[in-house]
């Protein structure tokens, strides 16, 4: 793959290692690995709109609560010569890991985002990784730039420029369908994460049941 094509996905800076995430909850981490393993790899259905804030969301806290678990995680799964800043991608991989642990479905999407679209401060990060809830926006990658997940409504974001509303819509996430190396580069790392965490928590001993709308019910897991 030609150099610098995914440059928000890949760095190249050394980053530092954080101790192993602690264990939460009931769910056997093998569980959660089989469950991550059998979900989609891409997505690309256009997120629907939610009305309210995030506030409103019963997901919300369980998604703020395990931000320091999903850093810790993608800092010791990255390859190490990446900077967090640039591990977008071990951020939502990390994120959906932990995420199905709470019960709560969230599935990868890459393509690109705007942060503040149509304002002076808009800020456009090309290629990205985020999550996406049926509710909400995630981005567990602004923890290392902001101090903070960021978590928006879906009324929120703007799947297309042509609907952004500036001082409004507060992210453009444009969703790539049809770029098979990107789809490609982000299978080879999931397929690393994965095989990361069962080497640090044992192999998969239970395979999962498909859910409601491709959500993967591990079992024990946690339900909204």
């Given at each position: 793959?030609?150099?610098g094509q995914h440059r928000h996905l890949a760095g190249n800076a050394a980053g530092q290692p954080c101790r192993r995430p602690p264990r939460r909850g009931r769910t056997p981490?093998?569980?959660?690995?089989a469950a991550a393993a059998a979900v989609p790899l891409w997505v690309v259905s256009p997120p629907a709109g939610s009305a309210g804030t995030p506030d409103a969301d019963p997901?919300?806290?369980r998604i703020i609560a395990v931000a320091a678990?999903?850093?810790q995680t993608?800092?010791?799964?990255r390859p190490m010569s990446w900077p967090l800043r640039r591990a977008c991608l071990y951020y939502a991989l990390a994120g959906q890991y932990l995420l199905a642990r709470q019960g709560i479905e969230a599935r990868p999407r890459l393509g690109a985002v705007v942060y503040d679209p149509g304002t002076p401060a808009a800020h456009r990060i090309s290629p990205h990784a985020w999550l996406e809830t049926p509710t909400l926006f995630v981005d567990y990658a602004t923890l290392p730039r902001r101090g903070?997940?960021?978590?928006?409504?879906l009324d929120q974001v703007a799947a297309?420029?042509?609907?952004?509303i500036p001082g409004r819509t507060r992210v453009l996430a444009v969703a790539e369908s049809g770029n098979p190396s990107?789809?490609?580069?982000?299978?080879?790392h999931r397929a690393r994460f994965l095989r990361l965490m069962m080497q640090l928590h044992g192999p998969v001993s239970a395979r999962p049941s498909a859910g409601r709308a491709g959500m993967i019910s591990a079992p024990g897991a946690a339900r909204r």
């Open positions: 793959m030609p150099p981490w093998p569980a959660i690995i997901a919300v806290g678990d999903v850093e993608a800092a010791r799964t903070r997940v960021t978590v928006l409504t297309d420029a042509g609907d952004v990107l789809r490609a580069y982000f299978a080879v």
